[in-house]
């Protein structure tokens, strides 16, 4: 699994959400304290991206703006202070009908508080803008359609989402004058962890695997990361243990095994501690 699957991935714990916006006259709307990752695509009009630190970037017809990490940021009619605009409301309430000035998807994966995003994500920039590329178009339409329509189901609309995203972070990649700062021998355990959860990992087995000594891997994964590599697996263990709850009906013995627990009741009980929640409420409630 690619490093752009394996974020991706990582994100469908979170709750995936697609809503259309319609905006006319003078207006702004700013997304801050949100926490995971997401995009825009502009589909009439012309509007401004608006970020604390970066000077405002006007977007037209098919302009995407990715958001990797939860970047405080806002959409308006015209450049203005971020601080100055109100919150998005972020409601189910649908708007309103006919033609606007400025018309935009949004779609995402709202992470809980305390998640954090994989680590590709958090080491691209935040936002990214990817211009207009008829190369999307056709997902683009999918996903308008389906959310339109009101018909949306969970599957649909996280294939959807996962498929937006992968295509519009290779998209910027092909394109992009960035070079990726990751650590590439931390990337390497990163990789290990992600494709092999149930394996019975140890930081030394771990440092191996990266080529590095192991006071230097848990210095620099912690640097690179922001966590150390035992918080890292077992977040990513209970994240995947949470996706195989939602997105399948293996039984909890089946999903012990395939994320590196020993019985299902070991792995209840880090859940519990982790999500505050039982497996078996989780999977009643996120379905």
């Known amino acids: 699994m690619d490093a752009i ?17 319609r905006q006319s006259g003078a207006w702004g709307l700013n997304y801050s304290g949100l926490s995971g990752s997401g995009f825009h695509v502009v589909l009439r009009g012309t509007g401004w991206l608006l970020t604390a630190d970066v000077p405002p970037v006007e977007l037209g017809p098919g302009d995407i703006v990715l958001i990797t990490s939860g970047a405080d940021h806002a959409l308006a009619s ?8 109100p919150p998005v409301d972020l409601g189910q309430a649908e708007p ?14 709202r992470l809980a508080p305390g998640r954090h995003v994989h680590p590709f994500l958090a080491a691209l920039p935040d936002p990214i803008v990817v211009p207009s590329s008829g190369r999307l178009d056709s997902v683009i339409g999918l996903l308008d359609e389906e959310q339109a329509v009101g018909l949306v189901v969970d599957a649909t609309r996280h294939a959807l989402l996962d498929l937006m995203l992968a ?24 990789r290990a962890i992600d494709t092999r959860p149930e394996t019975r990992w140890t930081v030394q087995e771990l440092s191996r695997q990266a080529g590095l000594s192991r006071a230097t891997f848990t210095r620099r994964f912690a640097a690179a990361v922001g966590r150390t590599p035992t918080a890292y697996l077992l977040a990513h263990r209970l994240d995947q243990a949470a996706r195989l709850l939602v997105e399948t009906d293996a039984t909890l013995s089946t999903i012990a095994r395939r994320t590196g627990y020993s019985t299902e009741f070991a792995l209840a009980g880090a859940f519990r501690r982790e999500y505050g929640i039982a497996p078996g409420a989780y999977r009643r409630e996120h379905r």
């Open 96 to 109: 309103d009908p006919g033609p606007a000035d400025f018309e935009f998807l949004c779609g995402a994966y």
């Open 78 to 85: 015209e450049p203005h202070p971020l601080r100055n605009l």
């Open 167 to 190: 295509r519009a972070l290779r998209r910027w990649r092909e394109t992009a004058d960035w070079t990726d700062p990751t650590d590439p021998e931390i990337a390497a355990a990163v």
């Open 5 to 21: 699957s394996s974020a991706i991935a990582a994100l469908r714990v979170g709750r995936g959400t697609v809503r259309r916006f």
